[in-house]
């Protein structure tokens, strides 16, 4: 019987798949979403600049868009506490009371690749706006669909 058959003890010989390092995409703090009275913390992500790459895990080992941030505020505290990595899924289907990375249409000026997002638990969705949740300072906000560009899952903490 060849090693690494079916019912073989023996180790194959092929070893285990290579599974590619999961990318850390820039983050930064970009001020506060304007809506109404709230402080709604807005964070900017660098879509195309890697800063750092971590082991993948096993699950996300066929999610070839998958990627991981870096928390930089403080407004899902106590959930996610600035400095925490964790992964998202672009492909991943969300639900209501998932944690997403919420992409903004608009852009900035500067053509640096960064786009506007609101990190947040996902509270409710319909065909004209999503109403997201924020820990710190607790509020529930809407989002209108057109200001809308992606609706991205975060899939949970890096250790």
Not at 81 to 93: D, E, Y
Not at 141 to 153: G, L
């Amino acid at each position: 019987m060849p090693a690494g058959a079916l019912g073989d003890g023996r180790p194959s010989p092929w070893g285990a798949p290579h599974v590619p390092p999961l990318p850390v995409v820039a983050t930064s703090l970009a001020g506060e979403w304007a809506h109404e009275a709230s402080r709604i913390e807005l964070t900017e992500i660098g879509t195309c600049e890697i800063v750092d790459r971590l082991g993948r895990p096993r699950s996300l080992a066929n999610d070839h868009s998958a990627y991981a941030i870096t928390i930089v505020g403080d407004s899902m505290w106590p959930r996610f506490r600035p400095g925490r990595r964790v992964a998202v899924s672009p492909t991943a289907p969300v639900a209501i009371g998932d944690d997403v990375v919420v992409k903004l249409t608009s852009h900035g000026e500067d053509g640096r690749n960064r786009v506007p997002a609101l990190i947040k638990e996902l509270v409710r969705k319909s065909g004209s706006a999503v109403e997201l949740r924020q820990f710190n300072p607790d509020v529930t906000f809407e989002v209108p669909a057109a200001e809308i560009s992606a609706i991205e899952k975060i899939l949970g903490e890096l250790i």
